[in-house]
């Protein structure tokens, strides 16, 4: 079916995972290996990007946003032009090549002409609701409730969308979500806690972990008697996408920093947990008591800045307040396009939570203790 059954585009998407084990892991051999294969998936679009003839962007078409559509008049469409999740998946990989090109000291002519071509992609945009559009028109609608969130893409699982640096957009992800509800299959139910968690509200999070465990015995929404993931007959997306949602909760590495507890429910007063990796080849042990961190251990694998952000305020020899970017390579932010902003769009301002921010020099093979 074209609503589901039309997406080449893919690639983009499964690049992004071979980039993101270089960023944990620091293994160049790995990325040297596997760095042809997302020059091709770069290359395919290159050659496969088209030039929207109203602004003079360059779009994916045809497009869709997965299994979803928008109400064209009396009709029900799903293959568009310019998807914004395509258009996330299209500026996260070029911006992933010319960075592992970079690393691996090649391809600077291509990396240039995909600099420029990244130029050309249309920048996300803010529609009259206060969402983030789906689509390049503004068809979002306030009471749809599909399953699908695909156009939170660049929240996640990219890494396009921050709190501290686009909060407009952060805001306006927040508010589709919203529209979209709670109620899903259970693998939406998955993805939705991760994105809960990247938006920084635990609670939120934690009740749809909940919502997600609830046994069902037929239809989807929740998970069966023998722990499979509620949306017949099976999708383990449901299952890992929930562990992977509660690790979001207790840890981030994604936006600049190692963000710790950045999404911890009121009901996980204390607790602790250990052997949580972050991008930089840095693995993280922690105790809090009273929401607030009383023991922090640290293993760098790699060395280099450790940057970390928290809800609290510290004060130990080892740590230093941060200035300035991230020196460490495995941390770099995405310089995005300034959001279009629809006018008449609802201006929302969002509730961030004050956080602290420190740097601290580690060795490879060292382990620190922070107390």
């Given at each position: 079916g074209a609503s589901?059954?039309?997406?080449?585009?893919?690639?983009?998407?499964?690049?992004?995972?071979?980039?993101?084990?270089?960023?944990?892991?620091?293994?160049?051999?790995?990325?040297?290996?596997?760095?042809?294969?997302?020059?091709?998936?770069?290359?395919?679009?290159?050659?496969?990007?088209?030039?929207?003839?109203?602004?003079?962007?360059?779009?994916?078409?045809?497009?869709?946003?997965?299994?979803?559509?928008?109400?064209?008049?009396?009709?029900?469409?799903?293959?568009?032009?310019?998807?914004?999740?395509?258009?996330?998946?299209?500026?996260?990989?070029?911006?992933?090549?010319?960075k592992a090109a970079a690393e691996l000291h090649v391809d600077k002519d291509f990396t240039d002409s995909l600099v420029n071509y990244q130029s050309q992609l249309p920048p996300m945009q803010i529609g009259k609701h206060g969402q983030l559009q789906e689509w390049l028109e503004d068809f979002d609608r306030t009471d749809d409730h599909h399953r699908h969130v695909s156009h939170l893409y660049g929240l996640f699982p990219g890494n396009q969308i921050s709190p501290f640096r686009q909060p407009q957009l952060f805001a306006a992800v927040k508010r589709s979500l919203e529209y979209r509800g709670d109620v899903s299959t259970g693998w939406s139910m998955a993805w939705k806690i991760n994105l809960w968690a990247r938006l920084l509200d635990g609670n939120h999070a934690y009740k749809l972990i909940k919502d997600q465990i609830k046994p069902v015995t037929g239809g989807s929404g929740g998970t069966y008697p023998n722990l499979f993931d509620a949306h017949p007959p099976f999708q383990i997306d449901g299952n890992f996408g929930c562990t992977s949602g509660i690790a979001e909760m207790l840890l981030q590495s994604?936006?600049?920093?190692?963000?710790?507890?950045p999404a911890l429910p009121d009901d996980w007063k204390d607790g602790s947990v250990s052997g949580l990796m972050a991008r930089g080849g840095f693995k993280i042990d922690m105790t809090w008591a009273g929401h607030k961190i009383v023991k922090l251990v640290i293993h760098s694998s790699l060395g280099g800045n450790c940057r970390l952000r928290l809800n609290?305020?510290?004060?130990?020899?080892?740590?230093?307040?941060?200035?300035?970017?991230?020196?460490?390579?495995?941390?770099?932010?995405?310089?995005?396009?300034?959001?279009?902003?629809?006018?008449?769009?609802?201006?929302i301002a969002p509730s961030l939570p004050k956080t602290w921010v420190y740097d601290m020099p580690t060795a490879p093979g060292k382990t620190y203790i922070i107390e």
């Open positions: 589901w059954g039309l997406w080449p585009h893919s690639n983009a998407w499964l690049s992004q995972h071979l980039w993101e084990h270089y960023l944990y892991s620091g293994d160049k051999a790995i990325l040297k290996e596997y760095y042809p294969i997302m020059k091709g998936a770069a290359t395919y679009f290159v050659d496969a990007l088209q030039k929207e003839p109203e602004h003079g962007w360059l779009i994916v078409s045809p497009s869709i946003s997965p299994e979803h559509e928008y109400i064209d008049g009396k009709n029900q469409v799903s293959v568009t032009a310019g998807a914004t999740m395509d258009n996330q998946l299209v500026f996260g990989l070029f911006t992933d090549v010319i994604h936006d600049g920093a190692i963000y710790l507890l609290q305020q510290m004060t130990n020899k080892l740590l230093a307040a941060a200035n300035g970017s991230n020196k460490n390579r495995f941390y770099q932010v995405m310089d995005l396009k300034t959001p279009i902003v629809k006018p008449g769009s609802e201006s």
